[in-house]
């Protein structure tokens, strides 16, 4: 045991005080009485049983020095500890993602996990050093090592849950940096599944009630001749349950209804006959459950205007069938050099030129001449060409092709590697002055690409991605992912209104930041004000329903533990204790001292 | 004298010597009415005249000869001494009501019950020692003497039955004795009894407790006052202690019961708030 306020038993010196007011002469108050006769014969007996009747009489004199000790003993701040050697600091780690605004633990899981890490911070022996995380979709430090118990206990009254999944692989790698550089810590998750690292000295603490959840876990559309049909998937956390859900059309009612799910917990709802010149569409779950987040989701289904792309070729039957074969487009054709001279075109693909000024606009390179924008040089002949990871090639499972003759591209730092040979680079995309750019280094015809069946879904995923049709590159945007928008070439200005109405400026300046403010799930409004007038564009925000509203403790698989590095992984032990403060247990004892010292004196009156 | 005696009280005593009696045992009596007229009776003796005596049994004769009215007293209505010893120690006069108050008044209701028996009554105020006494009352005018003696008596010293009894001058006839105490004494009680059998005395006990020494009822912590001697005794009122003093209590009852029992004496318990006619009844009946 420790006793950190030492100075607290000084109270001890009043004990003696106590003694000497009990041995002062009590005040009696006088009576006659006809005669003393029996009280004599009395008193005489009760003195045969001295010593308990003195006991008695002293009995709240001891009670009072009883009290007294126990004061002095609970000011100076004892704690003792509960197992092993104690930790030299604890780390705090609380998960703020999305479903810890479940409402099965009342009043939620946030608020729970907010009490239990102040009762941890309030029970350290004083002086513990505390790092205080937030688990979210980065793990934030918001206090670190701070031996200031009040402000770590502010900060976590602070702490709210967001919209979005936690980052458990960051977070922990987060704590096996600190583990490393400090064995001797405790480090405590309050989360509602077993999220973060295991391993000694690491203690979970599980904020999950189990309680029932329906959520929309996915939500598309497809759009024919006859209009829009949206597919909408409902899951619940109970079988056979019953859920009303609405769909919305431009924020107007559109239909609603009863949909059962079954024993898989899921079904999905078909939505029918929206009229084509819908903008967007919302569902909801018309009932209340333990998490609302996950209860309402957004879709974009407004058409996308043709884009317009001027191909600068001498011929290339190819690429001509290829882009014939995108839709939403429209192609047209001139020879290089009137290309130079043509604009208004949303994308403009030059196969073996390169104009001098560039337009104002995305640009399709193909086996360009030699420029200012990036260097290439010329490699040998006969070899083959790989595929790299771009969204670009998100669709395409494997594309390689063999090539004659190609460019080797020094990729710019705005670039990424689209085909590689052996000698490096030889096709790259990029954004450039805000402008998609690909880049390929070689002419299609010294190679055997476009006999490669997935050649067409290249040209036209490049194309799509070059297009500025749509406003953001992701199909789905996710609460608090940032964002890059395909504006305007001809924009000015470009600001974003949220779903409370709110608007941020985004640009000038140009290239504007990605936008990161979405926080919020809802149809947001990108506004741009062109040349040819003001544009604006929607784009959803939608939480992690598919990872978030698996509410039920099956729901999600372990993360990595200590050893994801290679180190042997140790789960279940604790190197480190916990210290005990005893200061309010003892004040409890206090008060049923004095509840009995009450008890023995109106007893003894 | 209105305070201690009022009217009511007076009627009730002398209905009270009207129907009920004390009576020596043995042989002795005092006066009684005789039931069977022209019955032999044996000339005892005579005795003067008091106003309330049956004029019949005025002795003619012995008015030609002394020109005083003289009665005849026969066997059966020789009259008893009757002796009643009050207490009248610092510790009598104490308790709510007082015992002073009952124990004069019983002793006027047991007088009264004397006198209408036309025996010979004396009375003694006794703390340590005798304190006043007034004897050999006789008839009406005995009781209005006993009761002004009665109201005049005054209390204080400490209690010594046995001394103060001793120094009292008795007659040496047969006769009934009455104590009237509280019995808060360190003189055995035996003592006293002894002395008053050795003096031929029919013996009865009356002790007189107050409620409050019966069961008293202190709080918190009382320093105790002898009214007699001014001794202190500090005591901290406990459940325990009134236990305790209810245990003692019952000890010291019984062993004056014990003793009036060993000494061949009635005793008689009763507290100062009970009424009188219960007293006097449970005199009559023992």
Redesign the interface.
């Known amino acids: 045991m420790t006793l950190y306020s030492p100075a607290g038993l000084a109270l001890l010196s009043a004990i003696p005080g106590i003694v000497l007011l009990y041995m002062l002469r009590q005040r009696f108050i006088r009576q006659e009485v006809s005669s003393v006769y029996l009280w004599d014969r009395v008193l005489r007996d009760m003195e045969v049983s001295t010593p308990w009747q003195k006991l008695k009489k002293n009995i709240l004199m001891i009670l009072q020095i009883l009290c007294v000790a126990l004061i002095a003993f609970a000011l100076s701040n004892p704690y003792i500890r509960v197992t092993g050697k104690s930790a030299g600091s604890v780390v705090i780690v609380i998960d703020t993602s999305m479903s810890m605004q479940s409402t099965d633990i009342s009043p939620s899981r946030i608020e729970a996990a907010k009490k239990e890490a102040s009762r941890i911070v309030e029970n350290l022996r004083p002086g513990t050093p505390v790092t205080l995380v937030d688990m979210g979709d980065e793990p934030v430090i918001l206090e670190n090592l701070s031996t200031d118990s009040g402000r770590v206990l502010r900060c976590i009254e602070e702490i709210h849950a967001g919209n979005y999944a936690e980052d458990a692989e960051s977070t922990a790698s987060l704590i096996n940096s600190i583990l490393k550089a400090q064995p001797d810590t405790r480090v405590v998750f309050l989360t509602d599944y077993r999220a973060g690292p295991t391993g000694p000295g690491i203690e979970h603490i599980i904020f999950n009630g189990g309680g029932t959840n329906h959520a929309l876990t996915h939500q598309s559309f497809l759009r024919t001749a006859q209009g829009v049909t949206v597919l909408t998937r409902v899951e619940s956390t109970e079988a056979y349950a019953t859920v009303p859900v609405s769909l919305y059309v431009n924020g107007e009612i559109f239909d609603s209804r009863e949909v059962v799910l079954g024993d898989s917990r899921r079904v999905d709802v078909y939505w029918d006959g929206i009229p084509a010149d819908a903008d967007y569409v919302e569902c909801r779950i018309d009932i209340k459950d333990s998490l609302e987040a996950d209860n309402r989701a957004w879709s974009v289904v407004s058409a996308e205007k043709p884009g317009k792309v001027l191909l600068a070729a001498e011929k290339n039957m190819f690429l001509e069938k290829a882009l014939s074969l995108v839709p939403g487009i429209e192609v047209y054709k001139s020879t290089p050099q009137e290309a130079e001279e043509l604009h208004g075109y949303d994308l403009y693909v030059f196969d073996g030129v390169m104009p001098e000024k560039l337009p104002d606009a995305s640009v399709f390179l193909i086996n360009p001449p030699a420029n200012d924008l990036f260097k290439a040089h010329i490699s040998g002949e006969g070899f083959a060409a790989r595929m790299r990871e771009h969204r670009i090639t998100q669709h395409i499972r494997e594309l390689s092709f063999n090539v004659g003759l190609t460019q080797v591209l020094e990729t710019p730092l705005w670039g990424d590697v689209l085909f590689e040979s052996e000698s490096g680079c030889i096709a790259f995309a990029g954004k450039y002055e805000g402008k998609g750019m690909v880049v390929l280094g070689f002419d299609i015809h010294d190679t055997d690409m476009p006999l490669q069946p997935v050649f067409p879904i290249f040209i036209a995923d490049a194309v799509k991605w070059l297009l500025p049709g749509k406003v953001v590159d992701v199909e789905a945007v996710i609460t608090g992912q940032a964002v890059e928008f395909n504006l305007n070439p001809s924009a000015v200005e470009v600001s974003v209104r949220n779903p409370s109405g709110e608007v941020k400026k985004l640009a000038p300046p140009f290239p504007p930041a990605p936008f990161d403010d979405t926080g919020n799930p809802g149809v947001y409004t990108l506004l741009q004000k062109t040349a040819d007038g003001p544009e604006e564009a929607f784009f959803t925000v939608n939480v992690p329903a598919s990872r978030e509203s698996g509410i039920d403790p099956a729901g999600y698989g372990e993360t990595p533990g200590i050893g994801s590095s290679g180190e042997e992984t140790v789960k279940g032990e604790t190197a480190g204790s916990r210290e005990v403060k005893l200061q309010g247990l003892i004040l409890w004892f206090v008060l049923a001292v004095l509840v009995i010292e009450w008890w023995v004196y109106s007893n003894a009156v | 004298m209105n305070e201690l005696f009022d009217s009511e009280f007076l009627d009730k005593i002398r209905r009270l010597a009207i129907t009920s009696r004390i009576t020596v045992s043995g042989g002795m009596g005092g006066n009684r009415k005789s039931r069977s007229k022209g019955a032999s009776v044996e000339f005892s003796d005579y005795r003067e005249y008091s106003a309330g005596d049956d004029f019949r049994r005025i002795d003619w004769n012995a008015y030609g000869r002394f020109e005083k009215l003289f009665i005849k007293l026969f066997m059966e209505e020789r009259e008893a001494p009757v002796n009643i010893f009050i207490d009248a120690s ?3 006069k ?2 709510n009501p007082d ?1 002073s108050i009952a124990s004069r008044r019983l002793a006027a209701a047991l007088g009264c019950m004397a006198l209408s028996n036309y025996d010979r009554l004396s009375i003694f105020a006794l703390s340590d020692q005798p304190k006043s006494s007034i004897s050999s009352l006789r008839g009406r005018q005995g009781f209005a003497r006993m009761l002004d003696f009665l109201v005049k008596m005054e209390y204080g010293g400490k ?1 010594a039955l046995a001394d103060a009894i001793k120094k009292c001058k008795l007659k040496n006839d047969r006769g009934i004795s009455v104590v009237i105490s ?1 019995m ?3 003189q055995p009680l035996n003592e006293t009894l002894k002395y008053l059998r050795f003096r031929k005395q029919q013996l009865y006990v009356f002790h007189i407790l ?1 409620p ?2 019966i069961r ?1 009822e ?12 001014g ?11 009134l236990k ?2 209810s ?3 019952d000890e ?1 009852v019984e062993s004056v019961r014990k003793a009036c029992f060993e000494q061949g004496a009635e005793y008689v318990f009763f507290d100062s708030s009970a009424p009188i006619e219960s007293m006097v009844r449970r005199v009559a009946g023992a």
């Open positions: 610092q510790s009598m104490w308790g015992k209690t509280d808060f004494s360190d107050s409050d020494e008293p202190f709080e918190s912590a009382i320093s105790l006052v002898d009214s007699e001697t001794q202190e005794r500090n005591i901290v009122v406990t459940e325990d202690l305790a003093y245990r003692r209590y010291f």
